[in-house]
């Protein structure tokens, strides 16, 4: 059986109404193979994009679109291991998408 995600785009629809991401430092927590992060990225300041599984990250940085390069930086990691210098630490926005 195949799964189409959201082909009809509400989550992106419904993502995009309840966050405003201009200029917004974003983590996304559960960021899997980006499906989600390409969405939304362009908007932002920055987004930090951790998965626990480094294959999917692998897959998210192959795909990631050129001009998003400066702005998504993908991490295989997960939530309890995830550490930056407190100054660095401070996120406008977090999303959770699949990820509980």
């Given at each position: ?11 992106t629809i419904a993502l995009l109404e309840l966050v405003d991401f ?79």
């Open positions: 059986m195949s799964l189409i995600e959201d082909p009809q785009g509400n989550e201009a200029g917004k430092r974003v983590l996304e927590i559960g960021c899997g193979d980006g499906r989600l992060t390409y969405r939304y990225a362009e908007k932002t300041a920055q987004v930090i994009a951790i998965d626990p599984d480094s294959s999917e990250i692998e897959l998210a940085k192959q795909e990631l679109p050129e001009n998003l390069e400066h702005k998504v930086k993908f991490l295989a990691t997960d939530i309890e291991d995830y550490e930056l210098p407190p100054e660095k630490a401070k996120f406008d926005v977090a999303i959770f998408a699949w990820s509980l």
